[in-house]
């Protein structure tokens, strides 16, 4: 079983809809999760991250967490063209380890 | 914000030869610095954790002798791939925290290298 697991999708969505990406975690003491997004040929970067049960908001992102089912979640609002990517979900077992384990990644298409 | 540095971008190598990426923290001091490996349309794999000062952390499966770090500097750190090899060719990205550690932090990712072994 994978550690970290995600649609590899790809997804589409209109433009303005909401996209929802969700992961699943295999390490019931995972403490720290993250959302990252990437285009093609670059680097990571952070969009949320989440440390409790329960909603995040930033802008138009909300990521979901729910440690008893081992499932998070990223909601983007108003989606926009230029969401267009690879978004990444990633694990750390517990607070001040860094390590992070990486799902697949699920490729977001946003269709104009 | 917390700036990684990581060089080259790209590089071309022949079978055999070696290749150093850089990765340097530009206004933090990085204590530990992560190097990640990418082949295409797979997520990011752990290779090793980078220590200053002391020697590196290799991941399951990873040849300490083939992918050699260095983390001599609070702000940088080099993996050289020795003998490289056409199964090599991948994106290699480095990532660093800030130190003194502060708690539940992020880590600030370099922008990849790109090798390809001929």
């Known amino acids: 079983q994978k550690e970290v697991e995600q649609n590899s999708g790809p997804l589409s969505v209109p433009e303005g809809a909401i996209a929802s990406l969700n992961c699943t975690y295999s390490?019931?003491?995972?403490?720290?999760f993250f959302w990252y997004r990437q285009y093609s040929g670059k680097s990571p970067e952070l969009i949320m991250s989440i440390y409790s049960n329960g909603d995040k908001e930033d802008g138009r992102f909300t990521a979901q967490l729910n440690k008893a089912s081992q499932y998070v979640s990223l909601l983007i609002r108003d989606s926009q063209p230029s969401d267009s990517a690879t978004y990444l979900c990633?694990?750390?077992?517990?607070?001040?380890?860094?390590?992070?384990?990486f799902g697949t990644g699920t490729r977001l298409t946003i269709i104009p | 914000g917390a700036v990684v540095s990581q060089h080259p971008s790209w590089v071309i190598c022949k079978s055999g030869t070696s290749v150093k990426i850089e990765c340097r923290s530009l206004d933090f001091q990085a204590t530990t610095m992560f190097w990640y490996r990418q082949f295409p349309k797979q997520s990011l794999m752990l290779m090793a954790t980078s220590n200053e000062g002391s020697k590196a952390t290799y991941e399951q499966g990873v040849e300490k002798d083939k992918f050699l770090i260095n983390h001599a500097s609070l702000t940088l750190s080099t993996l050289t791939v020795t003998s490289a090899h056409p199964e090599d060719s991948s994106f290699y990205i480095c990532?660093?925290?800030?130190?003194?550690?502060?708690?539940?932090?992020?880590?600030?990712f370099g922008a990849g290298s790109r090798l390809t072994v001929l």
């Open positions: 390490d019931r003491v995972s403490q720290s």
């Open positions: 990633a694990v750390t077992s517990n607070f001040g380890n860094e390590k992070l384990t």
């Open positions: 990532s660093a925290r800030q130190a003194p550690y502060s708690g539940a932090n992020v880590l600030t």
